[in-house]
């Protein structure tokens, strides 16, 4: 095992991990404490948090100003992609415009950044995502990894990586169902069948934002939102913003001239209001409002 440490001063504007692997945006970071996230939305803990991707084991806290890791490898390239470490988050919030709940929502989450998922796992954990509490989506990525993802063995304790898409496209539906997937089964087959075959190729992708989010929605089971989680927490079009149960009741509450009928005309009003980095202003209010609440 390799271990370093990254110093948070070092990072352009600030960090913080628990509200970045909190907040809604990744089921795929793991607390070594076994709590799922904590239900107070306390600012800057100090848990470990593990997760296996690109078939490499990593582990990070954040204490003592600075983000400790120990990997399989060199974490410091991975951390930064995955975290989003380079991203200026000053430069961010003086890009976005002036405004009272955002304002509220930088200053007590401060730190906070837009996760970079690998494509796949954020993908179905967002399909999952439906009516659905977020102790259960973590249920159901759990599961999925453990029946069907590659195992790892890290100082004598196994972990999971995610399955690919090849893994799943072969599973029964029955066999999801049996994992509690519920409907979502059917959805997650044959997105995964799709991808597998080459039927979409994330990086193929157009860069036009609205043309990228229409294009993800040929995958079953992908609507407009779920296609905007994926853009913003996987594939980096920070511009993105899904509208969500929470957003939309900011914008009954906080921006109602921003409702325009339909998904897309009020994604287009609310993208405006909330600047160039739009989904960086709605993850803050989003991660703000529901712990609040």
């Not at 400790?68 to 060199?74: I, M």
């Not at 539906?173 to 959805?187: C, F, I, S, V």
Request: charged content about 25%; some cysteine.
């Amino acid at each position: 095992m390799e271990r370093g440490a990254i110093p948070i001063e070092s990072i352009p504007g600030g960090f913080d991990l628990q509200s970045t692997l909190e907040s809604g945006q990744t089921y795929r970071w793991d607390r070594d404490d076994g709590h799922i996230y904590d239900r107070t939305g306390a600012y800057g803990g100090t848990a470990w948090y593990h997760t296996v991707v690109d078939d490499e084991f990593i582990r990070a806290r954040q204490v003592d100003a600075h983000l400790e890791w120990t990997a399989t490898t060199d974490a410091v390239p991975l951390l930064t992609r995955l975290l989003r470490l380079n991203d200026d988050l000053d430069a961010i919030v003086d890009a976005t415009p002036a405004d009272p709940l955002i304002d509220e929502a930088y200053e007590t989450y401060r730190g906070m950044r837009i996760v970079r998922d690998p494509f796949f796992p954020c993908l179905v954990s967002f399909i999952c995502s439906a009516q659905m509490r977020v102790e259960r989506i973590y249920e159901m990525q759990h599961t999925l990894a453990r029946e069907y993802g590659r195992e790892h063995t890290v100082d004598g304790r196994t972990y999971h990586a995610f399955p690919e898409p090849a893994d799943l496209a072969t599973v029964s539906e029955a066999a999801l169902r049996d994992l509690k997937l519920g409907y979502r089964a059917p959805y997650v087959k044959a997105s995964a069948a799709m991808l597998a075959d080459g039927e979409l190729v994330p990086e193929d992708l157009p860069n036009d934002y609205e043309a990228a989010r229409e294009a993800l929605t040929v995958l079953v089971g992908v609507g407009d939102k779920v296609a905007d989680c994926v853009l913003l927490f996987s594939l980096g079009y920070l511009e993105a913003v899904p509208l969500d149960t929470w957003i939309q009741t900011a914008i009954d509450e906080y921006y109602p001239d921003c409702d325009r009928g339909s998904y897309a005309e009020t994604s287009r009003a609310i993208r405006e209001r909330f600047g160039p980095y739009a989904g960086y202003a709605q993850t803050y209010v989003f991660h703000h409002l529901r712990h609040s609440f």
